[in-house]
């Protein structure tokens, strides 16, 4: 399985942007996806996760509101959608799946990962 993560960049606070990861060599199972984000130095964190048909989805408390989860199984795509970004929201942002179908929050339960994409904020 590979996941594909695009859709990073620079932007101001208070600005918008999409991040889009597209898996391949996923089978049929119901793959739950996740984002994940790390800035410098510190640990990487939860940000958003949705079950595999996009029946229930969990964020962080930072993010709500904000950000919003959503999927295309048909397209094997889960996007995040960011809106009024703040400084704080600067990171690396990682898309994961996970074939277990559990909605977790916990880093060390998916199975696989993309490869990142820095978002930055500005003032």
């Known amino acids: 399985v590979q996941l594909q993560t695009s859709g990073g960049g620079s932007v101001q606070a208070g600005g918008s942007l999409r991040l889009s990861c597209v898996g391949s060599?996923?089978?049929?199972?119901?793959?739950?996806k996740a984002w994940f984000r790390q800035a410098p130095g510190k640990e990487r964190e939860f940000v958003a996760v949705i079950r595999w048909n996009g029946s229930t989805t969990k964020y962080r408390d930072s993010v709500k509101g904000r950000f919003t989860i959503s999927r295309n199984n048909a397209e094997n795509a889960v996007y995040l959608q960011m809106n009024n970004l703040k400084l704080e929201d600067t990171a690396v942002y990682y898309c994961a799946s996970d074939p277990r179908s559990v909605l977790t929050e916990k880093v060390g339960w998916y199975h696989y990962w993309g490869s990142g994409t820095q978002v930055t904020v500005s003032s």
């Open positions: 060599g996923e089978s049929d199972r119901p793959y739950t």
